[in-house]
């Protein structure tokens, strides 16, 4: 599939620290004192959060790894990247 | 009645770490080691023979590397599922692992409970990547895309003519060689190739080349000619 063109782009708040301990990842936000526990699908998907990278390349990417259907992708990747901007791990860039 | 358990095959060049590995998988009462094999060519030569459901390949297999074990196994044995073994987590090893057909991979330092679970796993249809290793493979997935997608936003601006010319060059051809492929005068062949190296934004028939093999072009100009 191509980009959607106007798609915003989720980027990695930098002051968070990942650690990754087996199969999870533990983010740890020193602003807020906060840490937070990502599977290995989140961990994939915030590692993609680099402010180039669109929700549907990411949707696209994990579908053509995993084979399964886009639309279950697709409602996994938004839950997660909503996840992330509520608990303040990533802000949102515009597209260019 | 039929054996339920997961027939399969093992293929590394220790045979030490194929005796563990076989104690280690028959003690298991789904899965059943029905082959072994010490170089590629006899993993090949065993799964023809044996059927194995899931083949465990070390990539560094001598005698056909687990690359090339696991891309023959692919086309041979296609109902058979490769769990590929590496010393490493190679983000390089683990594309080239999946493109050659390989349905899971896994460190050879990993736990031995982690082997059974991507065993069957890797049986039940998942593909199994180390969880460490997915944001990065996810990520040269979307690059590569990225990279087909100008590709083949370059390749439309070229005619259906100059796509034949372009597939030429690919092969190799010279203009004598496109000219008598595409029964045309050797001149004009040298325009075609003239105009589809600035259409491209290329500066030689090399870098021609090597835009259809590296953005894998030549299966969508092969189909564009029939």
Known sequence: MTVSVGERRPLRNPKVLLRQEGEQGIAIDPDTESVHVMNATAVAIWVLCDGRTVPSEMVTAICDLSKLPWDVVEEDVQSIL??????????WEDST | MADPSVKVLLADGHSLFREAMRVVLEAQEDLSVVAEASDGMQALAEARVNEPDVALIDLQLPNSDGLRTTASLADSQPSCRTLVLSDDDDEELLVLALEAGASG????SSPI???LSATRRVHSGETVVPPQMLGGLLGRLISRRRERDHALRLLARLTSREREVLASLARGADNAGIARALVISPETARTHVQNVLHKLELHSRLEAAAFVMQSDLLDELEEARV
Request: proline share 0%; charged share 30%.
């Open chain 1, 82 to 91: 909503r996840q992330f901007e509520e608990t303040s791990l990533i802000t």
């Open chain 2, 105 to 108: 991979f896994i460190s050879k």
């Open chain 2, 113 to 115: 409970h982690e082997l």
